[in-house]
């Protein structure tokens, strides 16, 4: 008989943020925008694992298998700061970057998106 264990492990991951902005003009199509704020974070983990044959009968392991599902709610630090570019009279190329605290640490997010203005 050749078993083997088997292991699995799932992460979901949802946040949400509550930020408050700063701008600056750093040109006549340029403006710099600073940000602060908390953001609201939601993690769930789950871990299965499952035991040959062999494992069961030397060990009390209820049917070969077990699962353990982890879910934390945290609040933490955000901080960053974009770059709002503007194209044309009303599109705006809008680069920029957070950081985001974590449970056990920190979370780095370049972004970049399209603005419209009007």
């Known amino acids: 008989m050749n ?3 088997t292991a699995s492990y799932d992460v979901e991951h949802s946040a949400d943020g ?3 902005y700063f701008v600056t003009g750093a040109g006549s199509k340029v403006d710099l925008v600073y940000l602060a704020g908390v953001a609201f974070s939601h993690q769930r983990i ?3 694992q499952t035991f040959p044959t062999v494992v ?3 060990l ?3 049917a070969g298998s077990f699962r353990t ?3 934390d709610y945290s609040t933490r630090p955000l901080v960053g700061a974009e770059a709002r570019i503007g194209l044309t009279s009303h599109v705006r190329l809008i680069p920029g ?3 985001q605290g ?3 640490g920190w979370l780095l997010r370049p972004y970049a998106g399209l603005g419209w203005s009007f």
């Open 102 to 104: 974590l449970t056990d």
């Open 56 to 58: 069961r009968q030397l």
């Open 69 to 71: 599902t982890i879910v």
């Open 3 to 5: 078993e083997s264990s």
């Open 46 to 48: 789950e871990v299965s």
């Open 18 to 20: 509550r930020i408050d």
């Open 97 to 99: 970057l957070r950081l």
């Open 60 to 62: 009390p392991v209820p």
